[in-house]
């Protein structure tokens, strides 16, 4: 029987429905996600809460060689530096051992830093809606449905002000083409992101394709769609530029803070 896909990522009732699943992994990436779940039980093993993947990988739609492996790891307590350190560890042992994908990353968190009040729609969002189970409970048994809502918008993606000083700082460090690379992929997809979920209440859907978008996103301000069609291609095929880099970060940038705070106001503070 074929599967029911939700409209513009809602479901029946109009709540952001969960992407991904282990069913939709492509086979290709099979033993990747398995060397994975293997890893991170041996590394944590009894500090494990759970672990989950996001990403392309889970949506089905990875490509061989090109997509990184995404993981987000939930231990009992707040991680420490060595914990950091040690998933940074399994994440380059997993990129040189799978040439199915091109590197990764591990994010790594506490389980109550997930269910706090202050994270309930950012980070629980993103265990709830974008995060597929990988290992041990799921939290999202403790967390609430999300509809496409300002509430979301602003605590997902309100703090991009903030983020621009921080920015500026690694582009006039890039000093390579493989770093202002990394930085074009990086940025290009937080800017198209921020975009779309400054218009998400109004195109009432949810869509983590960067080109959907970008086109979701010029249907409201049709002055930059070129501007975010052009980001979203070089989020999935970056190139070293630095003219590109500085136009986010002194243009597109700072105008998207600028309307998204008017739109919906600034994320609440946190303490990190």
Known sequence: MAETLPSRGLDAQGYIAREGSLARVPPAF????????????????A???????????????????????????VLREEPTARDRAAAGALDGTLDSEFPQIDGGGTLLVGRARVLSDLETHDLGWFVAC????????????HLPRYRPDSLLARETNGDLALLL??????????????AQRSLVRFMSRRLVRTAFTLVMPRW??????????????????????EQLRAAAVLGYEPRGDRAVLSSY????????????????????????
């Open 30 to 45: 099979r033993p990747v996600v398995a060397a994975a779940r293997d890893g991170l039980t041996d590394l944590f093993a």
């Open 47 to 73: 500090r494990l809460h759970s672990a989950y993947l996001y990403g392309s990988i889970p949506r089905g739609t990875a490509r061989v060689g090109r997509s990184d492996l995404d993981l987000l790891v």
């Open 130 to 141: 974008l995060c597929t189970p990988l290992l041990g409970e799921d939290l999202a048994e």
């Open 165 to 178: 000083p921080r920015w500026r700082e690694r582009v006039a460090t890039a000093d390579s083409e493989e």
């Open 204 to 225: 009432n859907g949810w869509t983590s394709d960067l080109h959907e978008m970008a086109e979701a996103f010029g249907s409201y301000y049709p002055r930059r769609v």
């Open 249 to 272: 970060v002194d243009d597109l940038g700072p105008w998207l803070a600028r309307e998204y705070a008017r739109v919906h106001g600034v994320k609440a503070p946190r303490p990190d």
